[in-house]
């Protein structure tokens, strides 16, 4: 090499170090991203004590628009700090507790921006994330998780990969005045120097307590990296449905194990997918490859008929049937077979009977009946009438709805569920019923009775008149204030205004603390619609 050129090439590097350095010496101006979905205090407490020349503030929440992050990422901000405020709800949405406010940040907004680079300006630079958030960085899934199943921590940390520094609380945070109060005190300390630095803040970390965290977003050959890479897939919307079918496919041959891990995920997309979509030349030559792997479905369908709870499993089975693996007549015998399993199962219970009288509602699964094997004579006799009443079993159902005037608060709770699920007209029927129920002895299991009572809506006269000689005899003001309820929202036309005030009046029991109560509200809606 020429000395001309090697002389041109130093020239060029002592100029290209001493533009670094008065750069660096005079700090480029860092922006702070704020998202205040409920107190700004936050925000204004960093807006307080950052120097206006070295910090710029953009607050990307507009109330104005829902679609306000998408309108974000083509503004070309460029963000070196991320504030978020806002209370948490178990990983998946940063809301407001003020009543006025609807605005909101859901983490499946952000994961799409994140993963599919609709916007790269606006995070791609980020030094620093602040989540000012009850459990926005719980690590126990267990506990306090997401619909997908991830902690608080490892979202955050897949959605913000490559961000040095992301602050966020493990369990209960101070919020609004109390949160400001402690940042008043780091920056008073000398935290203005450490915003956007990209490190950690001992001293932050320090003022907040334990409660407060911080972690570094996922990278390249972190644990977590290739679950990042597989997850954005379903969330790039680059990517057309056809392609993220084809996407699952490929995953569900390599592990189909899979599909239980992301069965929320695979649910939304197929949810997410418009008739006219299903219906293109693209989508339906990806579901024939579905249909013709006979390999992959049959590893598929043992995993999902082994799949506990039997909800997940029942879960599978209709993701089975929209990939094209299980015809209506195929999906039909898989759902006998998992209500054939729910019935000789040792655990039938409530989640057992609600998830049968779903899959047994309208003419889902008609005739079914006739089809299931008899349960044992020692299996749940409470939870298999119940179930197999959904089913249309007239001895079921006088079993069942008898067992709703039982003192046995768990025999009473699926006598409810079944309720809820198949509610009784007005009639005869109801009428005996409601007088067995007025008949129990104050207990748990009656005043949930009549909560099931109070969800019929009744509006039969002859009954609504039990209930109120039911009031006037009991001792118990539990009891009076679960019949005010019923007739709360009992068909209001039906109700005798003026009679059941005066009954009312005369024979509520005092409240135990001299509070208005249930009993106070039905009375002043009575008068009220009286006297109109």
């Not at 520094?165 to 949160?179: N, Q, R």
């Not at 392609?243 to 699952?248: D, G, T, V, Y």
């Not at 499993?313 to 049937?321: D, G, I, Y």
């Not at 079914?368 to 009443?389: F, I, N, Q």
């Amino acid at each position: 090499m020429s000395r001309v050129i090697l002389a041109a090439l130093a020239a060029a590097c002592a100029a290209w170090s001493a533009a670094a350095h008065a750069e660096a010496k005079a700090g480029r101006t860092k922006t702070v991203c704020t998202v205040t979905v409920n107190s700004a205090d936050e925000k204004e407490a960093m807006r307080r004590h950052l120097p206006p020349g070295k910090y710029d503030f953009v607050e990307l929440l507009d109330r104005r628009h829902d679609d306000w992050l998408e309108r974000a990422c083509h503004r070309h901000v460029q963000c070196d700090v991320l504030v978020i405020s806002g209370h948490f709800n178990a990983g998946e949405t940063f809301y407001s507790d003020k009543v006025d406010v609807e605005a909101s940040l859901k983490m499946d907004e952000l994961e799409r921006a994140s993963c599919s680079h609709s916007c790269p300006p606006l995070f791609a630079k980020l030094k620093e994330v602040y989540l000012f958030g009850c459990e926005s960085l719980n690590p126990h899934a267990t506990q306090y998780s997401s619909k997908y199943g991830e902690s608080g921590h490892d979202r955050m940390r897949r959605l913000f990969a490559g961000v040095p520094v992301i602050y966020g609380f493990s369990s209960h945070a101070p919020v609004g005045a109390d949160a400001a109060r402690l940042l008043d005190r780091y920056f008073a300390a000398g935290g203005a120097s450490e915003v956007g630095s990209g490190h950690a803040s001992a001293k932050l970390l320090r003022i907040f307590g334990r409660s407060l965290t911080a972690i570094r977003g996922v990278r390249g050959s972190d644990p977590g990296a290739e679950e990042r890479r597989e997850i954005c897939e379903f969330s790039d919307d680059r990517e057309s449905p056809a392609s993220k079918l084809r996407f699952i496919h490929r995953m569900l041959q390599r592990d189909p194990d899979r599909a239980r891990k992301y069965l929320a995920r695979i649910e939304n997309l197929l949810g997410s997918v418009g008739a006219a979509q299903k219906e293109s030349p693209a989508f339906q030559s990806a579901l024939a490859e579905y249909a013709a792997d006979d390999a992959t479905r049959a590893r598929y369908l043992g995993i999902a008929r082994a799949a506990r709870p039997y909800a997940v499993r029942e879960r599978m089975l209709t993701v089975a049937s929209e990939l094209a693996w299980l015809k209506p007549r195929q999906l039909r015998a898989e759902r006998i077979a998992l209500l054939d399993d729910m019935l000789a199962s040792r655990k039938m219970g409530f989640a057992e009977v609600d998830l049968g009288c779903t899959m047994t509602s309208g003419d889902a699964l008609a005739g079914a009946l006739t089809e299931v094997k008899e349960p044992s004579a020692d299996s749940h006799p409470v939870a298999d009438s119940a179930l197999l009443a959904c089913m249309g079993s007239p001895v079921a159902r006088a079993a069942i709805l008898r067992a709703l005037a039982r003192d046995n608060d768990k025999d009473v709770e699926l006598a409810q569920l079944y309720l809820q699920h198949r509610p009784l007209a007005d009639g005869p029927e109801l009428r005996a019923l409601t007088e067995e129920v007025t008949r129990m002895p104050p207990s748990a299991a009656q005043l949930r009775a009549l909560g099931a009572l109070a969800r019929l809506h009744i509006g039969d006269r002859a009954i609504l008149d039990d209930l109120a000689q039911a009031f006037a005899e009991s001792k118990s003001v539990k009891v009076q204030r679960a019949i005010a309820e019923v007739f709360m929202r009992s068909d209001p036309l039906a109700l005798p205004r003026p009679q059941l005030v005066g009954l009312l009046q005369r024979h509520r029991l005092k409240s135990p603390d001299g509070r208005p109560d249930l009993i106070d509200s039905l009375i002043s809606s009575l008068q009220e619609r009286s006297a109109s």
